[in-house]
Each structure stands twice: as structure tokens, then as C-alpha cells.
């Protein structure tokens, strides 16, 4: 395995990003696409960061403005001292940032936890949404099942730091063998940072972050059940079909219970879809904004 430190990714044409302030935390956001494209909001997952939506951001930006946030505790934001890392703290700052970016009507993406989020978001403010994209998260995922017990255990059994860029290769191969060479060391570049005595060690709040989902205050889970009924959003669920995280009973239920809910699944993807089918995700995800601009127009 290679000891040699990940090349930083290459900005796209265009990419830019500042950092903005919200509930006392500075939050960096990063922008792709013209000022004047349709807006779409893009919230990452539990061990994600913004930058995990370049590969859409490079085939859907012609036609989009891309706003992607490095959430709380993640990549250049700042870490939450009393480590409030819940949908309420991820939904506030969520309101924040739209309404500083002056986003009176957009739409919005979310994988896992993300979508959590985006779900809620789509049922409290229903009036600022044209679309919603919701990639392989349904009610009672991140509760029980086996998605939500791998993780449990992959949080519970995490290193805190490696001794080498080669033993942080190793690790993240062994947890996501399904993703692309690309998007391995993207995860190192922008999950992982050497420290000054030379050991790697995480860019995020590993130890803030996996207390909350391993130990969490049964008061503040979300139970997305009634979220679901709420929605009123044209919302597209793109679900991996090995996907140990998203079922499709749960999926098929929010559809009945919800005309405004469909699905996709993608065939030989895995929770990250966007990770292992790119090019399907993004002409889907684009697909579905696209329509539903031009039918609200």
C-alpha cells in the first residue's frame, strides 16, 4: 500500500467557495455554476464533506448552481464544542445558509443523513422548495437494520489517527471496497490530514460525531414517518440496489402513502450511489430537476 500523502483534488473550472458564520460556527460552502443558474443545495453524509459532490458538480453545473456545505464537525468547518450533531442542529444551519445566500426558492439533494435533513427541511418549508433529491436514506434507516448496524459497528471500532498514509489507504479500501480509486483518495484528501509528529488523523470530529450516533438522546431522533406524510415537494429517492441501508419495502411504503414521492433504483450500486454509479446519478438527479423546473415554470 502506498505511504504517499493524497493529492489535494483538482478545483473545477469555476469552483469556488467561502465560509459563513451560523449558530457560532463558521461553515465553509462550496459553489459550482453560473450565479444565475437554478440553485441546488447538496447536503453530504455522516463521514462525508462538500467535496464529495464535484464528480455531479462537474456533469450537472452547465445547467445548475451547486451549493455544497462542509456540515458542522466536517472538512473546513468548524467542530461543535457541546457536539450537537442532530438533524435540528444540521436543519438550522441549513435555514441559516439560505437564507444568508438569499435562496428564496431552490432545490435540494441529501444522501443518508443528509437526506434526513432534506426531508425535514421539505416538510417545514415546502413554500422554498421547486425540487427534492434524496439519495438511499428512508424512514427508520439510520434506527435499525443492517445499514444502520454496520455503521454502528464502524463508528464504535474507528481509529482515531494512522501511523501512515498507507494504513488510512488500507482502511478506507476495507470499509468502501466498492468505490473507485478516484474516490478513495478523495476520502483521504478530504477526510484525513498529517499532523506535525507525522501521524494522519481525521478532518472531522470522529470522536464528537460517533458518540452522537452511537449513543444518542432518544428524544432528538427524528422519526421521519410523519415527515414523509408532510412533504408537498416533487421528490426523487435514488436507492442503490445493494444498498444495505435503503430498503425497498420502506421506499415502496412512502410511495403509497405519498403521491409525491418516486423512486429509481440503480443496479449494482451500493449506499453511495453517487460514489458507485456516477454518471447514472447525475443524469437522473439532473433529469428530475430538471423536469420539475420546467413544469413549475
Not at 461553515?27 to 467535496?51: E, K, Q, T, Y
Not at 452547465?62 to 464544542?81: H, M, N, T, V
Not at 422548495?129 to 434506527?143: K, R, T, W
Request: glycine share 8%; aromatic share 8%; proline share 5%.
Amino acid at each position: 500500500m502506498s505511504e504517499i500523502a493524497p493529492a489535494k483534488p483538482e478545483k473545477l473550472p469555476g469552483e469556488r467557495e467561502t465560509f459563513e458564520e451560523v449558530n457560532g460556527l463558521r461553515l465553509r460552502l462550496r459553489f459550482w455554476g453560473d450565479d444565475d443558474a437554478p440553485p441546488v443545495v447538496l447536503l453530504h453524509g455522516l463521514r462525508g464533506f462538500s467535496g464529495t459532490w464535484r464528480g455531479l458538480a462537474q456533469r450537472l453545473s452547465g445547467s445548475f448552481r451547486l451549493i455544497a456545505i462542509d456540515q458542522r464537525g466536517r472538512g473546513e468547518s468548524d467542530w461543535d464544542p457541546h457536539r450537537n450533531y442532530y438533524t435540528d442542529a444540521y436543519l438550522a444551519d441549513l435555514v441559516a445558509i439560505v437564507d444568508r445566500l438569499g435562496l428564496e426558492r431552490f432545490s435540494l439533494l441529501g444522501h443518508s443523513m443528509g437526506g434526513t435533513t432534506a426531508y425535514v427541511y421539505a416538510a417545514q418549508y415546502p413554500e422554498r422548495l421547486n425540487a427534492l433529491v434524496i439519495e438511499d436514506i428512508a424512514p427508520g434507516a439510520s434506527v435499525s437494520g443492517q445499514g444502520a448496524e454496520r455503521i454502528k459497528v464502524e463508528m464504535a471500532a474507528l481509529p482515531i489517527d494512522f501511523d501512515s498514509w498507507g494504513a488510512a489507504r488500507d482502511y478506507w479500501r476495507r470499509a468502501r471496497p466498492s468505490v473507485s480509486e478516484e474516490a478513495l483518495e478523495q476520502r483521504l484528501a478530504e477526510s484525513l490530514t498529517e499532523a506535525a509528529d507525522g501521524r494522519v488523523v481525521w478532518q472531522y470530529d470522529a470522536r464528537g460525531i460517533s458518540e452522537t450516533r452511537l449513543n444518542p438522546a432518544p428524544e432528538r431522533v427524528v422519526d421521519l414517518w410523519p415527515v414523509i406524510d408532510r412533504i408537498k415537494t416533487p421528490t426523487l429517492i435514488i436507492r442503490g440496489a445493494k444498498s444495505d441501508f435503503c430498503a425497498l419495502p420502506a421506499v415502496d411504503e412512502m410511495k403509497r402513502r405519498n403521491r409525491h414521492i418516486r423512486s429509481l433504483t440503480v443496479v449494482g450500486a451500493s449506499h453511495y450511489v453517487h460514489d458507485d454509479a456516477p454518471e447514472i446519478f447525475a443524469r437522473e438527479a439532473g433529469k428530475f430537476l430538471a423536469a420539475t423546473l420546467a413544469a413549475g415554470s
